[in-house]
């Protein structure tokens, strides 16, 4: 056995047989041996190479002892093509063994193929790619050396480890998580949807920049006003009497503030009118110095029943009541409770008719 390094002359002989063998990182740095089974071609021991007995050996009559075999073929007319191929009959070998006198060990091949076994030795430190080689060992033919077997070592890849040289290199991947306090600066005037970032601030990987980290405002509800853009609406509950008579009212800001308005006698607010306090609403974002409306929408609370002193004294402040006169074709209906969404849907389908009922004031 010859380890690869320097090479030493020899007399050119058959060709090198190779093979390729799989190690670990672990067996080159351990080092180890192996039993190879391989199979070559050896010159037949029971006849010598000789394929049969000695002067058996005749010359080949379908060739003439050549090997091959020349045919003339006619193209055409006046044109004829020599071709040469190997014999059929000595199978190129130019001579013939009879079938009495052939080897009964090779058949009279001359040679026949062979199992061995090799004991590989691999050093500690070799490498990928090294050769181990069997001076001699290979296969073998007549009036030449024997080949050599060459054993190359090919490395499988490591689940830790990679070699660079002598050395050995790990790829160690720390992966945690941390946890951080974020300060989150909500500026005046934001809303709901509205984002804020933290650029590189995010999960990590090999390789590309960091991610972000996005924050996305969620507004919730308040028992007292809601927005509309930079402007707030407050829905006020407010009794007959205070629409009719006018009223004072106090309402508590974002900011903790107190602001007081009236409504003076004899302005009348009727139910779903809308006034504004200018300046009242959301700062602008851009600009908190500046800020939206705040809108007022008047809900007023009617009274389920009256007394009949009630509406005798209504009636004799408030602007006369319509009588109708009911024909004598008219039908007289009761009216019943209907939900205001069905009401709305009715009248803008059927709406604006005018029926036999005529009214007059009085």
């Given at each position: 056995?010859?380890?690869?390094?320097g090479k030493r002359?020899r007399?050119?002989?058959?060709?090198?047989?190779?093979?390729?063998?799989?190690?670990s990182?672990?067996?080159?740095?351990n080092?180890f041996s192996?039993?190879?089974?391989?199979?070559?071609?050896?010159?037949?021991?029971?006849c010598?190479?000789l394929?049969?007995?000695?002067?058996?050996?005749?010359?080949?009559s379908?060739c003439?002892?050549r090997?091959?075999?020349i045919?003339v073929?006619?193209?055409?007319?006046?044109?004829?093509?020599?071709?040469?191929?190997p014999?059929?009959?000595?199978?190129?070998?130019?001579?013939?063994?009879?079938?009495?006198?052939?080897?009964?060990g090779?058949?009279g091949q001359?040679k026949?193929k062979?199992?061995?076994?090799?004991?590989?030795?691999?050093?500690k430190?070799?490498?990928?790619?090294?050769?181990i080689m069997?001076e001699?060992?290979?296969?073998?033919d007549?009036?030449?050396?024997?080949?050599?077997i060459?054993i190359?070592?090919?490395?499988k890849?490591?689940?830790?480890?990679?070699?660079?040289?002598d050395?050995?290199?790990m790829n160690?991947?720390?992966?945690?998580?941390?946890?951080?306090?974020l300060?989150v600066h909500?500026?005046?005037?934001?809303?709901?949807?509205?984002?804020?970032m933290?650029?590189?601030?995010?999960?990590?990987?090999?390789d590309?920049?960091?991610?972000?980290?996005?924050?996305i405002?969620?507004?919730?509800d308040?028992?007292?006003f809601?927005?509309?853009?930079?402007?707030l609406?407050?829905?006020?509950?407010i009794?007959?009497v205070?629409?009719m008579?006018?009223?004072s009212?106090?309402?508590?800001?974002?900011?903790?503030?107190?602001?007081?308005?009236?409504?003076?006698?004899?302005?009348?607010?009727?139910h779903?009118?809308?006034?504004?306090i200018?300046g009242e609403g959301?700062?602008?974002r851009?600009?908190?110095?500046?800020k939206?409306?705040?809108?007022?929408?008047f809900r007023?609370?009617?009274?389920?029943?009256?007394?009949?002193?009630?509406r005798?004294?209504?009636s004799e402040?408030?602007?006369?009541?319509?009588?109708?006169l009911v024909?004598d074709?008219?039908?007289?209906?009761?009216?019943?409770?209907?939900?205001?969404?069905?009401?709305r849907?009715?009248?803008?389908?059927?709406?604006?008719?005018?029926?036999?009922?005529?009214?007059q004031?009085?």
């Amino acid at each position: 056995m010859f380890f690869g390094g320097g090479k030493r002359q020899r007399e050119r002989g058959v060709r090198p047989t190779v093979h390729q063998m799989k190690v670990s990182l672990e067996q080159l740095y351990n080092g180890f041996s192996k039993k190879l089974k391989v199979t070559r071609t050896v010159i037949c021991t029971d006849c010598k190479g000789l394929g049969g007995a000695a002067g058996s050996v005749v010359k080949c009559s379908d060739c003439k002892g050549r090997g091959m075999i020349i045919r003339v073929m006619q193209l055409a007319p006046g044109m004829i093509q020599q071709v040469q191929s190997p014999c059929s009959a000595c199978k190129g070998a130019g001579e013939i063994i009879p079938a009495k006198d052939r080897c009964k060990g090779c058949q009279g091949q001359k040679k026949r193929k062979v199992e061995e076994i090799l004991e590989v030795h691999v050093e500690k430190g070799m490498k990928d790619g090294d050769k181990i080689m069997f001076e001699g060992r290979g296969d073998e033919d007549h009036d030449v050396p024997p080949g050599d077997i060459v054993i190359i070592l090919d490395e499988k890849d490591h689940n830790t480890f990679f070699r660079k040289g002598d050395n050995l290199v790990m790829n160690l991947e720390i992966e945690r998580k941390v946890e951080e306090i974020l300060e989150v600066h909500v500026e005046k005037g934001m809303k709901d949807g509205d984002k804020i970032m933290f650029e590189g601030r995010g999960d990590e990987d090999h390789d590309v920049p960091p991610g972000d980290i996005v924050i996305i405002l969620d507004e919730k509800d308040h028992n007292t006003f809601f927005r509309k853009g930079d402007n707030l609406v407050m829905n006020l509950e407010i009794e007959l009497v205070e629409a009719m008579c006018g009223f004072s009212r106090v309402i508590k800001t974002l900011d903790d503030r107190t602001l007081f308005f009236n409504v003076l006698p004899g302005e009348v607010i009727k139910h779903a009118d809308m006034k504004v306090i200018y300046g009242e609403g959301m700062p602008h974002r851009r600009n908190p110095q500046e800020k939206g409306d705040l809108i007022l929408q008047f809900r007023v609370i009617f009274p389920e029943r009256l007394t009949a002193d009630a509406r005798k004294k209504l009636s004799e402040l408030l602007p006369g009541k319509s009588e109708c006169l009911v024909g004598d074709d008219d039908e007289v209906f009761e009216l019943n409770e209907i939900a205001v969404n069905r009401y709305r849907h009715e009248e803008s389908h059927h709406g604006g008719e005018e029926g036999g009922v005529r009214c007059q004031h009085q």
